[in-house]
């Protein structure tokens, strides 16, 4: 059987990955690691959401409290999709790691069920992150589930958010608002 270790971007678009791999009959270690989740309620509300999540999968999770927003507004100044490859490198080294240190036999991400990311980014840092770190990364393509999962987050009555994650995302759909 294989052990996974799963990054979790957020609990709606955790939904259709997880029950798929669980079909197969993975053993899913979740992990929830996103300092780049702005403002801090933000990552709190995400993070309880993965929690609710949790309980009705049953699936092992780690959830690493840290949070950067000093460090995305001040320090992570970049263009796209300069900082969009740092974020995704920084989040799927820390769960290659959460996987070696939890015995996994690979890892993977959650990030691949949006058709909104940048799969092709994703997949060139995990590329960088496994080879670096000497543990395989899954490129699943969930994009074909997307809606039916966020349809199942709306029946849950899961929050849904309606941007990716950070500040600049944050302004940037602001600006688009105006």
């Given amino acids: 059987m294989l052990k996974l270790a799963l990054h979790i971007c957020c609990a709606p678009c955790a939904l259709w990955p997880v029950e798929v791999l669980q079909n197969q009959g993975v053993d899913l270690l979740g992990v929830f690691f996103n300092p780049n989740i702005h403002p801090a309620d933000e990552w709190e509300r995400r993070r309880k959401e993965v929690l609710k999540l949790v309980r009705k999968t049953a699936i092992a999770i780690d ?3 840290r949070y950067m927003e000093e460090f995305w507004r ?5 263009p796209m999709p300069e900082r969009c490859a740092y974020c995704y490198r920084m989040r799927l080294m820390y769960t290659a790691i959460t996987a070696k240190k939890h015995d996994c036999d690979a890892f993977s991400t959650t990030l691949l069920v949006s058709p909104w990311q940048n799969r092709e980014l994703i997949l060139r840092e995990a590329d960088v992150v496994q ?5 395989p990364f899954i490129p699943y393509d969930f994009r074909p589930g997307y809606r039916r999962g966020q349809a199942r987050a709306k029946q849950l009555n899961m929050y849904r958010q309606k941007y990716c994650a950070c500040i600049h995302s944050l302004n940037e759909r602001k600006e688009e608002s105006v």
């Fill in 74 to 78: 001040e320090e992570l100044d970049l």
């Fill in 63 to 65: 959830i690493n409290p």
């Fill in 131 to 135: 080879e670096f770190l000497q543990i």
